[in-house]
């Protein structure tokens, strides 16, 4: 018999289950729309994630684009905390054939980016960027459950019971070090996604266990896909190490750089130029300078310069002093990094 979730939502059958959920499928009451309901076992749950969880439905389910699945509801039920989504009809990405072809790839990679975008612009991170997240219709990608998972599983406890797990290769390295994911956690998992794509394997695949794979990340770099994979072009192992950056900063500033890499085929990063105006002699009024004008400009100037010099001294003190300050903050981080990571 179908039982009935918040009285408009049958839950026809189990699809999964783990010591944290349990996945079914189900129907909408009214419109028999095809639904997928998670419920999120109450043992697992405080009532400070309960809250934050509440938050983030709200703001979770005003996302709307092709790409992403619906989310239609969540609250605290009988069982746990439950949420609603539009039920996807393909599979996901764990059960597809691997490796792709390069275009194959390279086409989900810009789906999967697209998504990301209109995420990201709304303030919203995925951070749980796996396979199972990700479903092929056709020739169309859509990324499920943006940010549910990744609030469940942010807690150090969690964080330590998922690096025994499997999902520990979708770990970013400063996630792995215990910091919340980020946007820039959501590209370097779209380069795992790449990486898989391109060589049917993970990165750090040949270390024996999830851990050790999540620690190395913290350290080193992979090779790149072409070392396993020599159809890979070299576009695309720019583009995959390119996410794959240990240092998030070094990464893609946005999903929206890297799509535009896959398409032109190349690195497209933002530039950070000036540009010097010539003196055209206009004013903001757009008038031209009188000859008087001019010439009390050009004493304010001298005066300007000549009160600078009186402070330019104890200026170039305050820099140096900065300067040394920066110096010392360097060579002791750098010491801490040798003595902590092995750096």
């Not at 959920?21 to 639904?35: F, P, V, W």
Request: charged share 25%; with cysteine.
């Amino acid at each position: 018999m179908d039982r009935i979730l918040k009285s408009k939502y049958k839950i026809t059958g189990k699809l999964s289950e783990s010591d944290r959920s349990i996945t079914y499928r189900g129907s909408h009451a009214e419109t028999g729309a095809n639904l997928l309901i998670k419920i999120f076992k109450r043992n697992y749950l405080n009532s400070v994630l309960t809250k934050k969880l509440k938050k983030d439905i709200s703001v979770l389910s005003r996302l709307e684009h092709p790409s992403v699945p619906r989310l239609l509801d969540g609250d605290y039920g009988w069982q746990g905390f439950y949420f609603v989504r539009e039920f996807v009809e393909g599979s996901d990405f764990s059960s597809a054939k691997k490796p792709l072809e390069v275009e194959k790839a390279r086409s989900l990679a810009e789906g999967i980016c697209e998504a990301l975008e209109a995420a990201h612009d709304r303030g919203i991170i995925h951070g749980n960027l796996t396979p199972g997240n990700i479903f092929l219709e056709g020739s169309k990608v859509r990324v499920a459950d943006f940010g549910i998972n990744a609030a469940v599983n942010s807690s150090i406890e969690k964080l330590s019971a998922t690096l025994m797990e499997k999902e520990a290769a979708y770990l970013s390295p400063e996630e792995v070090m215990g910091q919340a994911p980020d946007v820039h956690s959501d590209i370097y998992k779209l380069g795992i996604f790449m990486y898989l794509c391109l060589t049917g394997s993970l990165p750090f695949s040949e270390e024996k266990s999830p851990v050790l794979a999540a620690l190395k990340k913290v350290r080193s770099a992979p090779q790149p896909p072409s070392a396993i994979n020599p159809k890979v072009p070299k576009f695309m192992d720019d583009i995959v190490m390119k996410c794959l950056e240990r240092d998030p900063l070094l990464r893609f500033p946005s999903a929206s750089y890297a799509r535009s890499s896959l398409g032109n085929s190349a690195l497209m990063l933002p530039h950070f130029f000036s540009i010097e105006m010539p003196e055209l002699g206009i004013l903001d009024n757009g008038k031209k300078e009188t000859p008087e004008e001019k010439k009390k400009e050009s004493e304010k100037k001298e005066f300007e310069t000549a009160e600078g010099n009186k402070s330019g001294i104890s200026l170039f003190r305050w820099m140096l002093a900065a300067f040394l300050a920066s110096v010392a903050g360097g060579i002791i981080y750098s010491l801490v990094q040798i003595l902590v990571m092995g750096e």
